[in-house]
């Protein structure tokens, strides 16, 4: 039995491999029993040479990448209605009703796949309501902020 131990995105992972026959690996996951596929099997066990890897010298920090916002007029005014790139939850309002927001200005905060995502005002204005609230779930292009 070969053990592994995994770091992915912060989190540790003990992989045990039991066994491998037909194509089909034994494995164990932080003690969780699985069976594994095996693609492009080439008929059975082959010597492998152990390979020797280096361990990190950095830690890799995740930067959310810039979200397009996607806005859509209603029907019969100047208003601006800024839409959910993707889905997620809100974690954080920087505004409220009434205030002056310019242009790029983040007003909102959004979680998606476990990275925060600024929400930014897409034109400069009033903003006239506020749809959703911190910890609402939202689905790609629900309405979140109307800016007049």
């Not at 930067?63 to 939850?89: D, F, H, W, Y």
Request: glycine fraction near 10%.
């Amino acid at each position: 039995m070969k053990e592994y131990k995994f770091k992915i995105n912060g989190n540790a992972y003990k992989v045990a491999v039991e066994s491998v026959q037909d194509g089909i690996a034994a494995v164990s996951v932080n003690g969780t029993p699985y069976k594994v596929e095996i693609e492009n099997d080439l008929g059975g066990p082959k010597p492998v040479k152990p390979v020797q890897v280096a361990p990190a010298t950095y830690q890799a920090t995740p930067q959310a990448a810039p979200v397009k916002i996607a806005s859509a007029p209603p029907a019969g005014g100047s208003e601006t209605q800024l839409r959910s790139p993707l889905p997620g939850t809100v974690l954080e309002l920087r505004v409220k009703e009434g205030d002056t927001v310019k242009e790029g200005q983040t007003v909102m905060i959004l979680e998606a796949m476990k990275m925060e995502n600024n929400i930014d005002a897409n034109k400069s204005g009033v903003v006239k309501s506020i749809v959703k609230r911190a910890g609402d779930s939202v689905m790609e292009g629900d309405v979140l902020i109307t800016i007049g």
